[in-house]
């Protein structure tokens, strides 16, 4: 259904590399999920190794809602990215799109060496033809993140220490 209603804008294909990228405009937002799953089933459906289609919405269409799907396309793009915008708060400020997330200095340098401010930009550019800043910066709840991640951790810990104690006192039974 999704296709029925694009109007292909480019097609790019290599036969040698078996690469296939269709830029296609679309009056409705998709979602990223969406996309990957029908990317997934033309590769798989003629046997190709890289299937890419990049959308192309309405202006009007883009708001801080979206901005989920941006982060979830930066994963894919920003190798860097991936498992940073899991816990991100989305906010505004003037023309600026801030993402918060719940890491240091260390994670946001990472994220500023890589560019990704820039790459969550060129995204919304190549979808909406629309200029928008980003800012990526360290969350008023980091401590809690840590705090429960660590919380976490020390469960998984725990229920491996007592799966490896009942191991043991199985074998030791036998």
């Known amino acids: 259904d999704i296709l029925e ?37 033309v590769k798989e459906a003629y ?27 930066a994963n894919r793009v920003c190798a860097v990215a991936h498992g940073f915008f899991q816990q991100a708060e989305i906010s505004e400020e003037g023309e600026t799109i801030v993402v918060s997330i719940p890491f240091g200095g260390g994670g946001i340098n990472l994220l500023t060496i890589a560019k990704t401010e820039e790459a969550l930009s060129q995204i919304v550019q190549s979808e909406f033809s629309i200029r928008r800043t980003f800012k990526i910066r360290t969350s008023d709840n980091q401590e ?25 006192a199985k074998n030791a039974a036998r």
Request: charged content about 25%.
């Open 47 to 73: 046997s190709l190794s890289f299937v890419q289609l990049l959308p192309s919405y309405p202006s009007e269409l883009f708001s801080l809602n979206y901005v989920g799907e941006v982060l979830y396309e």
């Open 144 to 168: 809690a993140f840590y705090a429960q991640f660590e919380a976490d951790m020390q469960a998984r810990l725990d229920e491996a220490n007592r799966q490896s104690r009942e191991n043991i």
């Open 5 to 41: 209603d694009a109007e292909v804008l480019s097609v790019e294909a290599e036969r040698q590399s078996r690469l296939l990228r269709i830029r296609f405009s679309i009056p409705y937002l998709v979602s990223k999920e969406d996309l990957y799953a029908i990317e997934d089933g």
